[in-house]
């Protein structure tokens, strides 16, 4: 059995608010089992792809753009490539594939693509829900509590790319040294 796979955005901004580590774009998944869940199941917008062959970052691009209604932003402000975050196994073994780009958008234009679930089950009925219910920025320290423990080192990677500070170190990194300690996402 193949494993599953999915890729994703990590959008992020540098505010003067929070200038020591970005803000990065989290999103709330949809659907009754998580209507009363928060701290810990918020996400990097992401989906699986749809054939086997298919481009990982182009399947991250499309699977936010659908997750958020807003097509990730094609490279950096300065021209350069997304940031590879390399990939993390989530719980259930899902291995998930993660790429950074900054920008910036306003959470109250985010929309959805919907899925269909039985809902209640075994009622016959058909349920529409959104994928992600609601979208948010959170400053990394923060975002480290609200996102799936599994996707913590996306941001550990994202703020040692930058050479931002690290919570796996607690101290500031640059690429070089992020890249000798193998915190480079790969």
Known sequence: MAVRQSAGVLLFRRTAAV?????????HPGGPFFARRDEGHWSIPKGEPDRADEDLLAVARREFAEEVG??????????SVPIALGTI???????VHAWAIEGDLDPATARSNV???EWPPRSGRRETFPELDRVAWFAAAEAR??????QIPFIDR???????ESAESGKALDAGEAASTGRDGT
């Open 19 to 27: 200038a020591s580590e970005p803000e990065v774009l989290l999103g």
């Open 70 to 79: 807003h097509p990730a932003p094609a490279g950096q402000p300065d021209g």
């Open 89 to 95: 196994v989530q719980t259930g073994g899902k291995l």
């Open 115 to 117: 899925f269909e679930l």
């Open 145 to 150: 509590r609200w996102v799936k423990p599994t």
């Open 158 to 164: 994202l703020i040692a790319a930058i050479g931002g």
